[in-house]
């Protein structure tokens, strides 16, 4: 590549449009550098809090005049992809802010914790600005490969263990998949460009199996019908903490990618997504019945908010014809999801009182009389998961079935209803323990936390807390953000 | 240069489905690795056919082809890392240990 070359393709628009995820990747050099010298707790933290909250200030300017394509056409910095960073930016905030008081005195190599979890965003915005089959790649790679090591952070535990070598074994085989299908989709039309394949016209028979296999990896990423098998071991053995940042973030970016690539499959697949998302979320549902485990319940009932989310790309497919309206769908459901889920992990984190297990419905029982706050907050994300108006939940899950409505699937969109409804079964079996079970004799004596180390717990609930009414309350201002 | 091109692709396709079939049959951890790394071949190998068939100036395929090596690394020293874990706690590598959680 000759000098005039380079200039062009890292041009000062270029650097502008990367720059929430230069200024990430500097923050966890940083850290490293301060991880050498000094063990104080609040450097630390103020080094991930600056990092997250200058790179969310970049993202924001850069959000007000996105500078579309960049790298030679690779990176799409448009309205989405900053709206999506965003996204990832507050949930890596709150799962961060969770994990703070987490780990109790068990927690060997706190720097390395945090480096791991502050490179996970750069990988996400990677994905969701992708367009180019490579940098996805890469950005699934950046995003994956530390939460492996973070699901199994607590490695003198078995669970973990298990948790962290599960996530990585499939994951890489997932990642396989993805690798031959773009390798089959390189060699049938010779690019890797998503915008050169739009315009590609109709696919062989070997590029229509790579986009198979491609489809398929991403669908194992959001956890979907039938590549959903390893969510809820991954989920219950990680640390909590994890979880919610594995729960949440994976899910929205590899959602933001599977948004741009819709155009892969052809017009006729709109039915078998369908199927395919009606499938997930009954399993979901009807897997989350069935546990006593609040952790694993919540496993399988992200496995069921895929499958609804799904139904916005099968309704693209299908023909609703409003400009962005699957995206909008997508990008509100998923906010509302991330802060929800997150939240509701969250709570679970610290609940757990120095990590040891405390998940089980049981232990919740008649916590509002001891806890009026978290079971309040708790509530809260349980009736939006279950998308009750007033919460962001209900918005979201409105959204996305007024999509597939207007792409003329209505029996879908009234199966997908229908089947929310048996969800509430089970966020209300909660609501019904927080409130009107009396407490276990087991946990009569079990101290709570001071009040202290729950400081950046409690201020990452409030926000979650907040920003799940807001979306329910003010739905036209979000909405008017994600239009513009 | 006188090998057709579809016999690259067949072959990759081999080498992939060989380590499809490892990594759902065989119980030792480390031979799954090896039977992802033969997955993960098989896509560099396809990559390459495909830059060969296509020619011209435009060397996407292997640069892909690099990266994915360079990242086939990171991932085995992650998850021969996770396996050392793994031994630690229960004194094998076989897959049937990792049984406390039932999906």
Redesign the interface.
Same mark, same amino acid.
């Given at each position: 590549m000759i000098q005039s070359d380079l200039a062009r393709v890292y041009d000062a628009d270029t650097l502008w449009a990367v720059s929430p995820a230069i200024a990430l990747a500097l923050g966890v050099l940083v850290l490293l550098m301060v991880g050498v010298v000094t063990h104080a707790r609040w450097a630390r933290g103020a080094v991930v809090a600056g990092t997250l909250g200058l790179s969310a200030v970049l993202q924001v300017v850069v959000l007000g005049d996105p500078p579309g394509a960049v790298f030679d056409g690779t990176f799409m910095a448009d309205h989405a992809s900053g709206l999506w960073g965003l996204l990832f930016l507050c949930g890596t905030a709150v799962a961060w802010l969770y994990s703070l008081n987490y780990y109790g005195e068990d927690r060997p190599y706190k720097v390395e914790h945090d480096v791991m979890m502050l490179t996970t965003p750069i990988g996400m915005m990677l994905m969701a600005g992708a367009q180019d089959?490579?940098l996805f790649?890469?950005g699934l790679?950046l995003l994956s490969?530390p939460l492996?090591?973070l699901c199994?952070f607590r490695?003198?535990r078995?669970?973990s263990?298990? @948790?962290?070598?599960?996530y990585?074994?499939l994951g +890489?085989?997932g @990642? +396989?998949?993805y690798?031959?299908g773009? @390798?089959?989709i390189?060699? +049938?039309t010779?690019?890797?460009s998503l915008a050169v394949l739009k315009d590609f016209g109709s696919f062989s028979t070997?590029a229509m199996s790579g986009v198979a296999l491609l489809m398929a990896s991403v669908f194992f990423k959001i956890s979907v019908f039938p590549f959903h098998?390893?969510v809820?071991?991954v989920y219950?053995?990680a640390p909590t903490p994890v979880t919610a940042l594995m729960a949440t973030g994976t899910k929205a970016a590899a959602f933001a990618f599977l948004l741009r690539v819709t155009f892969l499959l052809p017009e006729s697949a709109a039915m078998t997504v369908a199927t395919i998302a009606i499938v997930t979320m009954a399993l979901g549902n009807l897997g989350a019945l069935v546990q006593q485990d609040v952790k694993r319940m919540l496993a399988y009932s992200g496995v069921a908010h895929a499958g609804t989310v799904l139904l916005v790309v099968a309704a693209a497919l299908g023909g609703d014809r409003q400009p962005h309206g699957a995206l909008d769908a997508a990008l509100y459901y998923m906010a509302a999801y991330v802060f929800t889920a997150a939240g509701a992990f969250g709570l679970l984190a610290m609940l757990e009182q120095g990590g040891d297990r405390f998940t089980h419905i049981d232990n919740l029982r008649g916590l509002a009389r001891r806890r009026p706050y978290t079971a309040a907050a708790l509530t809260l994300f349980m009736l939006s998961l279950g998308g009750i108006p007033l919460t962001g939940g209900f918005l979201g899950k409105y959204l996305v079935f007024y999509s597939a409505v207007r792409a003329d699937m209505i029996g879908v969109a009234v199966i997908g209803v229908l089947l929310s409804v048996v969800a509430l079964g089970y966020y209300l079996r909660v609501v019904v323990a927080l409130y009107m079970q009396p407490e276990p004799a087991s946990l009569a004596g079990v101290a709570v936390p001071a009040r202290r180390t729950l400081l950046p717990a409690s201020f990452a609930t409030g926000a979650c807390a907040a920003l799940v009414l807001l979306l329910g309350v003010l739905p036209r201002w979000f909405l008017t953000q994600i239009g513009s | 240069m006188n090998v057709p091109n579809e016999h690259m692709l067949y072959l990759a396709a081999a080498l992939f489905a060989i380590g499809v079939l490892g990594f759902v049959v065989r119980r030792n951890v480390i031979v799954v690795l090896m039977s992802i790394e033969l997955m993960l071949n098989a896509a560099n190998l396809t990559f390459l056919a495909g830059a060969r068939a296509h020619g011209g100036p435009d060397v996407s395929g292997p640069v892909f082809a690099l990266f994915v090596i360079v990242i086939a690394a990171v991932e085995a020293a992650v998850g021969l890392a996770l396996v050392i874990a793994l031994f630690r706690l229960k004194r094998t590598v076989e897959s049937d240990a990792l049984v406390e959680m039932k999906g």
């Open positions: 089959l490579l790649f890469v790679e490969v492996y090591a199994a490695r003198n078995t669970r263990v298990e @948790a962290g070598l599960k990585f074994l +890489a085989f @990642a +396989a998949f690798l031959y773009a @390798a089959l390189f060699s +049938a010779g690019t890797l070997l098998l390893w809820p071991d219950e053995g | -």
